[in-house]
């Protein structure tokens, strides 16, 4: 699949955003108001200012961005629509949360309840992003169990690294983050590394004689190219990474994470060092998210040469 940058900025943008903000509703359930209203307002900016900048980002892949609206009606049974109506209704509880939590607006009692709505609807939306590719059965890579865990796990660790680095520039920084953070990091080591073993010894046994239905005539070749010039469908869904430069990327897609381990750790005694664990978690999760989409192979290739998918 073509690797658009603009959905990747979505995906890794508002995953970070979403995940951060599931963290400050817990940060509110556990410990009520924010340590002071520069850090809770900060917070919440970074947040939701990741979220719409990310959902914004999304549209920019429309041929038609104006009629994006449009894709909210469909909720019944698209769950493109689903997740745009789940991240259009978390800003509701979660600039309430916002208010509350930071002190704007003096509400103690309100802290908890909308902290734990905000969370749960953060992480409602990023399961609605992965849900998109894993229910998507023409692209086998992504139609897997592990696609959503993926998303869920990038979302928090990089959203834990964002409010360790917060907590470390304001000076309120607890070695309980840290391990908690480590934790996040290690886990979505773990789960790529799992999705990636899954999707390189999947069977490749989809095949142009299934395509075309011609199998039982015996094998079947192409006479000729569909088109004589490359063309939207080639162009989206035919981009193929090359394998070396694949297993080029995971390796630094992991070394990234664990260095931002590493760094994570070390905050432990230098909290400014969750800063550059912060920036080297966001950047793996943009590789890998690239990785994503340019290691997916849509089973329309089988009609312009691919042998099997």
């Not at 009520?32 to 990310?54: D, K, N, P, Y």
């Not at 696609?147 to 520039?169: K, R």
């Not at 070695?175 to 069977?203: C, E, M, N, Q, R």
Request: aromatic share 10%.
């Amino acid at each position: 699949m073509h690797p658009a940058y603009s959905v990747i900025l979505f995906t890794t943008a508002s995953g970070a955003g979403y995940g951060l903000l599931a963290l400050l509703g817990l940060v509110g359930v556990n410990h009520g108001q924010a340590s002071s209203l520069a850090f809770g307002l900060v917070a919440m900016v970074i947040a939701l200012g990741l979220i719409t900048v990310g959902l914004l980002s999304s549209t920019f892949h429309l041929g038609h961005p104006e009629r994006a609206w449009r894709a909210l009606s469909q909720w019944r049974s698209s769950w493109l629509s689903r997740e745009g109506v789940a991240a259009v209704v978390t800003y509701v509880p979660a600039v309430l949360f916002g208010l509350v939590w930071s002190g704007l607006v003096e509400a103690p009692g309100l802290i908890a309840p909308l902290g734990v709505v905000s969370g749960v609807m953060a992480l409602i939306t990023v399961v609605c992003t992965g849900k998109i590719y894993s229910t998507l059965a023409t692209i086998r890579a992504w139609h897997n169990r592990l696609t959503v865990p993926v998303y869920l796990a990038f979302a928090l660790a990089t959203g834990a690294c964002l409010l360790a680095a917060l907590t470390a520039v304001f000076g309120n920084f607890p070695a309980f983050l840290v391990y908690f953070a480590s934790v996040l990091l290690v886990v979505a080591i773990g789960l790529k590394l799992a999705y990636w073993h899954v999707i390189d010894t999947a069977p490749r046994d989809l095949t142009i004689e299934q395509a075309t239905g011609l199998g039982s005539l015996g094998q079947v070749s192409q006479w000729e190219v569909p088109h004589t010039s490359a063309n939207y469908v080639q162009k989206e869904m035919g981009y193929a990474v090359a394998r070396k430069h694949a297993a080029r990327l995971r390796r630094l897609v992991v070394l990234a994470l664990a260095v931002a381990l590493l760094f994570m750790l070390v905050a432990l005694l230098l909290p400014l060092a969750a800063l550059l664990a912060a920036a080297l978690a966001l950047f793996a999760a943009a590789v890998e998210r690239w990785l994503f989409f340019a290691e997916a192979q849509h089973v329309v290739t089988l009609f312009y040469g691919a042998k099997a998918a």
